[in-house]
Protein backbone atom coordinates (compact mmCIF):
# COMPACT_ATOMS: atom_id res chain seq x y z
CA UNK A 1 0.00 0.00 0.00
CA UNK A 2 1.11 3.27 -1.17
CA UNK A 3 1.08 6.47 1.44
CA UNK A 4 0.54 9.93 0.46
CA UNK A 5 1.31 13.19 2.73
CA UNK A 6 0.77 15.96 1.78
CA UNK A 7 1.82 19.60 2.71
CA UNK A 8 1.49 23.16 2.09
CA UNK A 9 -2.19 24.31 2.10
CA UNK A 10 -2.83 27.28 3.94
CA UNK A 11 -5.20 30.85 3.85
CA UNK A 12 -3.93 33.36 1.02
CA UNK A 13 -5.54 35.99 -0.68
CA UNK A 14 -6.13 36.65 -4.48
CA UNK A 15 -3.36 36.66 -6.79
CA UNK A 16 -1.09 34.81 -3.81
CA UNK A 17 0.76 31.63 -4.55
CA UNK A 18 1.46 28.53 -2.55
CA UNK A 19 3.26 25.41 -3.21
CA UNK A 20 1.77 22.22 -2.19
CA UNK A 21 3.94 18.97 -1.92
CA UNK A 22 3.28 15.31 -1.37
CA UNK A 23 5.69 12.51 -0.35
CA UNK A 24 5.04 8.91 -1.13
CA UNK A 25 6.12 5.97 1.16
CA UNK A 26 5.36 2.51 2.03
CA UNK A 27 5.55 -0.59 -0.29
CA UNK A 28 6.17 1.60 -3.61
CA UNK A 29 6.63 -1.06 -6.60
CA UNK A 30 8.11 0.40 -9.94
CA UNK A 31 4.55 0.97 -11.40
CA UNK A 32 2.74 2.52 -8.33
CA UNK A 33 3.52 6.09 -9.32
CA UNK A 34 3.47 5.90 -12.99
CA UNK A 35 1.20 8.72 -12.61
CA UNK A 36 0.97 11.13 -9.96
CA UNK A 37 -1.31 14.11 -9.49
CA UNK A 38 -3.86 16.31 -7.72
CA UNK A 39 -7.35 17.14 -7.13
CA UNK A 40 -9.40 19.07 -5.06
CA UNK A 41 -13.13 18.77 -3.67
CA UNK A 42 -15.05 22.11 -3.17
CA UNK A 43 -17.50 21.85 -0.84
CA UNK A 44 -21.02 20.53 -2.48
CA UNK A 45 -18.81 19.34 -5.00
CA UNK A 46 -17.19 16.58 -6.94
CA UNK A 47 -14.07 16.17 -6.92
CA UNK A 48 -11.98 16.99 -10.02
CA UNK A 49 -8.72 16.45 -11.62
CA UNK A 50 -6.48 20.02 -11.21
CA UNK A 51 -3.56 17.98 -12.81
CA UNK A 52 -1.33 15.23 -13.50
CA UNK A 53 2.22 14.14 -13.94
CA UNK A 54 3.49 10.70 -15.89
CA UNK A 55 7.30 9.41 -14.80
CA UNK A 56 8.07 10.77 -18.00
CA UNK A 57 7.30 13.94 -16.94
CA UNK A 58 4.39 14.51 -19.45
CA UNK A 59 1.17 16.68 -18.35
CA UNK A 60 -2.37 17.38 -18.03
CA UNK A 61 -4.29 20.50 -16.26
CA UNK A 62 -7.70 21.68 -16.22
CA UNK A 63 -8.29 24.41 -17.83
CA UNK A 64 -9.14 26.68 -15.51
CA UNK A 65 -5.79 26.31 -13.85
CA UNK A 66 -3.38 25.98 -17.06
CA UNK A 67 -1.19 29.40 -17.02
CA UNK A 68 -1.56 29.69 -12.90
CA UNK A 69 -0.64 26.40 -12.07
CA UNK A 70 2.37 23.89 -12.64
CA UNK A 71 3.05 20.25 -11.72
CA UNK A 72 6.34 19.01 -11.01
CA UNK A 73 7.90 15.44 -9.67
CA UNK A 74 11.09 14.31 -7.97
CA UNK A 75 11.16 10.55 -9.29
CA UNK A 76 14.23 10.36 -6.93
CA UNK A 77 12.42 11.69 -3.26
CA UNK A 78 8.68 9.98 -4.89
CA UNK A 79 7.63 13.68 -4.42
CA UNK A 80 5.14 15.55 -6.61
CA UNK A 81 4.04 19.49 -6.47
CA UNK A 82 1.89 21.79 -6.93
CA UNK A 83 3.20 25.86 -8.13
CA UNK A 84 -0.28 27.63 -8.00
CA UNK A 85 0.09 31.17 -8.64
CA UNK A 86 -2.57 33.98 -9.33
CA UNK A 87 -4.86 31.86 -6.83
CA UNK A 88 -8.63 33.10 -7.15
CA UNK A 89 -11.78 32.27 -4.28
CA UNK A 90 -12.85 29.35 -6.46
CA UNK A 91 -9.53 27.49 -6.34
CA UNK A 92 -10.71 27.22 -2.43
CA UNK A 93 -10.80 23.67 -1.82
CA UNK A 94 -9.68 20.36 -0.22
CA UNK A 95 -6.40 19.40 -2.30
CA UNK A 96 -5.76 15.57 -2.81
CA UNK A 97 -2.55 13.91 -4.08
CA UNK A 98 -3.02 10.94 -5.95
CA UNK A 99 -1.02 8.22 -7.72
CA UNK A 100 -1.25 5.13 -9.35
CA UNK A 101 -0.30 2.87 -12.56
CA UNK A 102 -2.61 4.76 -14.46
CA UNK A 103 -5.10 8.09 -14.49
CA UNK A 104 -8.07 5.36 -13.44
CA UNK A 105 -9.95 7.42 -10.90
CA UNK A 106 -10.69 4.09 -9.01
CA UNK A 107 -7.08 3.06 -8.48
CA UNK A 108 -5.61 5.68 -7.91
CA UNK A 109 -4.09 5.65 -4.14
CA UNK A 110 -5.15 9.10 -1.94
CA UNK A 111 -3.89 11.35 0.14
CA UNK A 112 -5.81 12.83 3.46
CA UNK A 113 -5.94 16.03 1.38
CA UNK A 114 -4.83 20.15 2.81
CA UNK A 115 -6.87 22.43 2.67
CA UNK A 116 -6.18 25.78 0.65
CA UNK A 117 -8.69 28.78 1.45
CA UNK A 118 -8.47 31.62 -1.46
CA UNK A 119 -9.82 35.01 0.32
CA UNK A 120 -11.66 37.85 -2.12
Same mark, same amino acid.
Given at each position: ??????????????????????????????????????????????????????????????????????? +???????????Q????????T?????????? +??????????????????
Open positions: QVQLVESGGGLVQTGESLRLSCVASGSIFSTSLNVMGWYRQAPGKQRELVATITRARSTNYRDSVKGRFSI +SRDNAKNMVYLMNKLKPEDAVYYCASGRN +SDYDSLNWGQGTQVTVSS
